[in-house]
């Protein structure tokens, strides 16, 4: 009894002790930001004297335009590609999981194979072809991809998911005289929130982390978005003042934390489904 | 359960096709086809044909033959690209999945706090690969940063650990270590699979921690652990940012932490020099595809399937 007692204290200290060591540095980081410049290489603690906002301000007016534009861009691109994996990589897991047509077994594999294809084996080609119809420095290279569900990821987990709704449903609605398009929105659609919720979060977080390709594809101050603009800001800084490169990872690091929060069930079902990525 | 089991059944044959409704889905797939054709497959086809010019976006591409891939060969700075790439995979990837199966064994079975832990541990593989966190790692392990502060306690001489090119490398894989929570929490799904019963059967019959480990658990947790070595693998082959960051563009000092990513990047979209970065892709590609194919053909000797 109490060496079993003893040996799960050890068991949560070892875990409470792992879990600090890990996410130290992070506190660390978010507790600096609110430190004068000068103090960040001298104080490796978590104990905040005093509340500077200083570091915040200044990180935040660094480059021109100011934070505000780069966190609006990497909004709209968000939200461009959230809307574009959810309405087109749904339509696609509807026809994997319901429908039966010529081919689907090849289909399907070549599908599982892209989840697979590393973005730098078709950036070259993808990156020309964009270019030359004029849509570098603009949203439209990283979102319309998107539309066109090449996410193939989200549309193995819809799948997963779709698979493991009752057919019955669909059978009753097609008896009733509904077509594909009706059971898609009308049923399926409806059954599946939780696989919409779970893409609407990894989506959201993977898009506001990206920095390859936006890095490749936006190049005008005014199109940056969060990761470019934070990257180009510490290249124009060099070690000058830890304090404001701080505050503006925590800004860029934020809204993923908030959307953990909300999102978290979601994600850890999703990862375990589907077997992440 | 995973992307990976659906190709082995594919291979196996599927259910037979009662009724076609080849309408339909063209309709519902059209999105998925046209960025298979625009987006995915097709470039990868173009890449390959760009892979025999030369072609820096203003000019015309030229065709020059198997240049661009006697190049490779030839290239030393891209043979160190590859030696820092493989040795990045090779070390990174199993410390990690250790991490992750270990920390995954602690929180199996009911452990109070579980949805705390398991949380905490998987914060760090969402932020991970983002500039912000490759920004506070040229802190931490630079000259006068955290890692050196705390070891100056202990009394014990810190150093540069970005700065210097023996060093820069392990930073990187420490990085890769410190996001073991995304695999840990399909450890966590594949643990929950394995019936109770067997471990009872086990301990009536007196087996140990260790031996039930082995003889239960590796097992039946094997298809779980190869998923999750080829799906890491590839993910490593592809790091990019935080390399980038941490040495500003260059893959300094003194190409040490030169991923395969950042070179193909710095050949094509800082020289524009697009026939090499296609052929690059290529080979990269081509590279993935046979650590993949040996992952599959080694998992015969080690993967325990129950069906």
């Known amino acids: ?277 | 359960m995973s992307a990976l089991d659906e190709l082995r059944g594919l291979r196996r044959g599927g259910a037979q096709v009662r009724k076609r409704d080849n309408r339909a889905a063209f309709w519902f797939l059209a999105p998925w086809f046209a960025g298979l054709l625009l987006v995915t497959v097709g470039p990868v086809l173009a890449s390959f044909g760009l892979g025999f010019t030369r072609y820096n976006l203003i000019q015309p591409p030229r065709l020059i033959g198997f240049d661009n891939f006697a190049r490779i060969l030839s290239d030393t700075r891209l043979h160190n690209a590859l030696r820092v790439t493989f040795t990045y995979v090779l070390v990174s990837v199993p410390l990690q999945l250790a991490c992750a199966l270990g920390v995954a064994l602690l929180l199996n079975r009911g452990l109070r706090g579980l949805a705390f832990y398991r949380s905490a541990f998987y914060l760090p593989s969402l932020l991970g690969s983002s500039v912000a966190i490759a920004v506070l790692w040229t802190q931490v392990f630079g000259t006068e940063g955290l890692v050196n502060r705390v070891l100056g306690f202990f009394g014990v001489e810190g150093k540069g650990w970005i700065s210097d090119p023996d060093t820069a490398l392990s930073t990187l894989i420490v990085l890769n270590v410190w996001t073991f929570g995304s695999p840990m929490i399909i450890f966590l799904a594949g643990l929950r699979q394995i019936p109770e019963v067997y471990y009872e059967a086990a301990a009536i019959d007196g087996a140990g921690r260790w031996s039930r480990f082995w003889r239960i658990t590796l097992p039946l947790l094997s298809p779980i652990l190869f998923f999750n070595l080829v799906l890491q693998i590839i993910h490593a082959f592809q790091s990019f940012t935080q390399a980038f960051v941490v040495s500003g563009g260059t893959g300094g000092p003194s190409d040490s932490t030169m991923f395969y990513t950042l070179y193909l990047y710095q050949q094509g979209f800082s020289r524009f020099d697009m026939g090499y970065a296609s052929a690059l892709a290529w080979f990269l590609l081509l590279i993935i595809a046979a650590f993949t194919a040996i992952n599959f053909w080694a998992a015969k000797f080690w993967v325990f399937y129950d069906d």
């Open chain 1, 1 to 277: 009894m109490t060496t079993e007692r003893l040996s799960r204290l050890a068991k949560h200290a070892g875990l409470v002790l792992i879990g600090f060591v890990m996410l130290y540095p992070v506190l660390w980081m978010v507790v600096s930001s609110l430190r004068p410049g000068d103090e960040i290489f001298r104080s490796p603690g978590l104990i905040l004297d005093s509340l500077q906002t200083e570091n915040y301000t200044e990180g935040w007016n660094a480059l021109t335009p100011s934070f505000g534009t780069y966190l609006l861009n990497s909004a709209i691109l968000v939200l461009g590609c959230i809307v574009g994996n959810l309405v087109s990589c749904s339509m696609a897991a509807y026809a994997f999981a319901r429908l039966q047509f010529t081919g689907k077994r090849w289909w399907f594999g070549i599908m599982l194979g892209t989840i697979m294809l590393p973005i730098h084996v078709i950036i070259v080609p993808q990156y020309v072809l964009f270019s030359n119809i004029g849509w570098v420095n603009t949203f439209l290279p990283l979102i319309v991809p998107k539309i066109l569900a090449t996410d193939a990821f989200f549309v193995f987990l819809m799948v997963q998911f779709i698979r493991g709704l009752p057919r019955e449903l669909d059978e009753a609605a097609r008896i009733d005289g509904c077509g594909h398009p009706r059971i898609f929105l009308r049923i399926v659609l409806p059954l599946m929130k939780p696989a919409l919720a779970a893409t609407t979060i990894f989506t959201f977080i993977w898009t506001w982390n990206d920095f390859f390709s936006q890095l490749i594809y936006l190049t005008d101050p005014e199109m940056y978005t969060v990761p470019v603009a934070l990257r180009s800001f510490v290249d124009s800084t060099v070690a000058t003042s830890w304090g404001s490169q701080f505050a503006m990872s925590v800004v860029s690091l934020l809204p993923i934390f908030l959307a953990f929060l909300i999102g978290q069930r979601y994600l850890v079902q999703g990862i375990a489904t589907t077997g992440g990525k």
